[in-house]
């Protein structure tokens, strides 16, 4: 009988990604690989998972962070299985075969847009690592490894073929039931090795603090080369990413450690940063006749070091013959309290560098925002300050993640290009976040945006949840529109473009705009449901501009005026349901909606 496993168990406790049926663990296993907050909207986005998917059930591309995650899912509903299907495993070569080369023509729309911001992203070097990824609720096998590890070598191949100048790590991976219990054993606790380690060192110094304390020193870069053999990716357990791997350029950092270690090993401690590595308790002994002092360690995990630790471990002996003068600089700090625990994981990854919304956590409008959501119903608003390292695992049902809300932001005062493609500038650089953020933006306001955003995902889900063979006409077009990259961003802007036709008054400022009862995001979704349906029979006016994902300014701006043409021109046929939306929306600061549809129909024959 299969062991019971606990990130399963956890998994089945999330009916948010129960929905998602079998693709259900992917999301999940993207969720614990690096944190994801906003995981419906990863969704709405990444799942290509169709009739005629060309063995590919998600695409993730996150420019910035530089990362492409190929994916294909399995779930069996038995618990005893040995292995998971290989043919699976091998139909990712498919995958990444009709992603990275050939024609477009012959793909559904849902891949060929993935296909084109794949290769838009690549060819525009915003991307570092190309993961192949095949997850199962099996134990992990040979069989499937080996399919995997092919798949990897045809996207490095077609990578090198196609993207000649461009700097990729393509990693495969098999995230079984093993490996999916690892990465929910790092959201509980940070240090996987748990063995006692022993290590000689020249000295150091002790700090201590409330709750923590460390001892600083340096270690032979031989000792760590003996760890990561012994122990690999255990050993990197609070870092939320594993050793990257090595391009030969001078650009890559990876290689550059290599470089040092391998020439000068003499000076790596002067040109290197250090690591830091977590660890339940140390003991320091000696000095002994060499003046050596004994560093004994109880645990040990590396939360900032990984490449560095890496890159010295998989040198030869060959290839570094010195590696033994080489000494790195290390910090070794236990703590006793798990909030403090827990900001060390976060604030010391350099891997999983402090977010761009992390500089906003302490800004005076995250602060006010984060007041005034305390009067919403049934809202979590963290305003840029993220919890710990469970935090994206144990997000409550009613959080608002700090990315859905600047997308729907930014979408909704008509820049969805920025949204889509470039969220992290809205919390990065301070004239793109005044735009969005300003002292004029109020939790209602908020509400009444990020609400349109999930309004449009969950119309996506619905549709997608469908039997194509039961699809009417106009659902197959909306599902099809639904299927481009970039669509969902670029309808909260197209909405937004005509929000004075649905309202039927002038809106002089959008971050005015709010339901006059004080709702929850989740009713206010519903809110949004007539207006959603409505502007669905345009989607058609806005396909076009979803090419390479929104790239083009001068066509979704164009996009945007055709769509808000056609809803001009069929306000008299939806005048009752626009007029029902209008009566459940306000304008703060004096202003307020009127029903300019209490007046009788304009003619439509005959003279004036």
Not at 286 to 309: F, H, M, W
Not at 386 to 395: L, T
Request: aromatic share 8%; glycine share 6%; hydrophobic share 40%.
């Amino acid at each position: 009988m299969t062991q019971p496993n606990k990130a399963l168990a956890a998994l089945a406790a999330r009916p948010d990604l129960g929905a998602y049926g079998s693709n259900a663990l992917l999301l999940y296993a993207l969720q614990l690989q690096w944190g994801i907050t906003d995981i419906e909207g990863v969704a709405a986005v990444s799942l290509t998972d169709s009739a005629n998917d060309k063995k590919c059930d998600l695409v993730y591309v996150d420019r910035d962070n530089g990362r492409v995650v190929v994916g294909q899912g399995y779930m069996s509903v038995r618990d005893d299985l040995e292995a998971a299907p290989a043919n699976k495993a091998s139909d990712l070569n498919t995958a990444v075969t009709w992603l990275l080369s050939g024609g477009l023509g012959g793909l559904p729309d849902v891949l060929r847009s993935a296909a084109e911001e794949v290769r838009d992203a690549i060819g525009s070097d915003q991307i570092n690592d190309f993961h192949v990824w095949y997850t199962h609720n099996a134990p992990e096998s040979a069989n499937v490894k080996a399919e995997i590890d092919q798949a990897a070598r045809t996207a490095d191949s077609l990578l090198h073929r196609y993207f000649p100048d461009a700097q990729i790590d393509v990693t495969a991976r098999e995230i079984g039931r093993q490996q999916l219990e690892k990465l929910y054993e790092r959201t509980e606790a940070p240090i996987a090795v748990t063995d006692e380690l022993t290590v000689l060192v020249p000295g150091g110094f002790e700090t201590k603090g409330e709750h923590w304390s460390a001892f600083t020193t340096a270690v032979p870069g031989t000792w760590l080369r003996e760890q990561w053999k012994k122990y690999e990716s255990d050993l990197m357990s609070p870092n939320v990413r594993d050793y990257l791997g090595i391009v030969r350029s001078e650009r890559n950092i990876n290689n550059g450690i290599k470089t040092t270690a391998s020439q000068t090993p003499d000076r790596f401690w002067i040109y290197n940063n250090g690591i830091t590595i977590l660890v339940h308790d140390y003991e320091v002994q000696g000095p002994d006749s060499d003046d050596n002092y004994k560093l004994i360690l109880s645990g040990a995990g590396i939360v900032n070091g990984a490449q560095t630790t890496g890159s010295l471990a998989t040198l030869s002996e060959s290839d570094a013959p010195n590696l033994g003068e080489t000494s790195v600089l290390t910090r070794f700090v236990k703590c006793e309290d798990s909030d403090v625990l827990a900001d060390i994981v976060k604030y010391n990854n350099t891997q999983n560098k402090i977010e761009a919304a992390d500089f906003r956590s302490k800004d005076e409008v995250q602060e006010r925002l984060r007041e005034e959501f305390a009067l919403i119903p049934d809202a979590d608003y963290r305003g840029a300050r993220r919890g710990g390292v469970k935090d994206a695992i144990e997000r409550p049902a009613n959080r608002l993640p700090d990315s859905a809300v600047a997308q729907a932001l930014a979408s909704f005062q008509l820049a969805p290009n920025l949204a889509y493609n470039e969220t992290r500038r809205i919390w990065e650089e301070n004239v793109v976040y005044s735009r969005f953020f300003a002292d004029r933006t109020t939790a209602r306001n908020v509400v009444f945006c990020y609400s349109l955003l999930r309004a449009l995902e969950a119309a996506k889900k619905r549709l997608g949840d469908i039997d194509e063979a039961h699809r009417t006409e106009a659902q197959h077009r909306h599902t099809q529109f639904f299927r481009r990259r970039g669509s969902i961003t670029l309808m909260v802007a197209a909405i937004s473009k005509s929000i004075e036709l649905f309202l039927g008054c002038p809106v002089p400022d959008r971050t005015a705009l709010r339901f006059k009862n004080n709702c929850s995001p989740k009713e206010a979704a519903d809110y949004w449901q007539p207006i959603v349906e409505a502007a669905l029979s345009f989607s058609a006016q806005l396909a076009d501009a979803t090419d390479l994902g929104l790239k083009n300014q001068g066509t979704v701006d164009a996009a945007l005026e055709r769509f808000q043409g056609m809803i001009e021109a069929t306000v008299d046929a939806n005048r009752a349901r626009y007029a029902e939306f209008s009566d459940l929306v306000e304008l703060s600061g004096g202003f307020t909606t009127h029903d300019p549809y209490d007046v009788p129909p304009r003619p439509t024959g005959g003279t004036s």
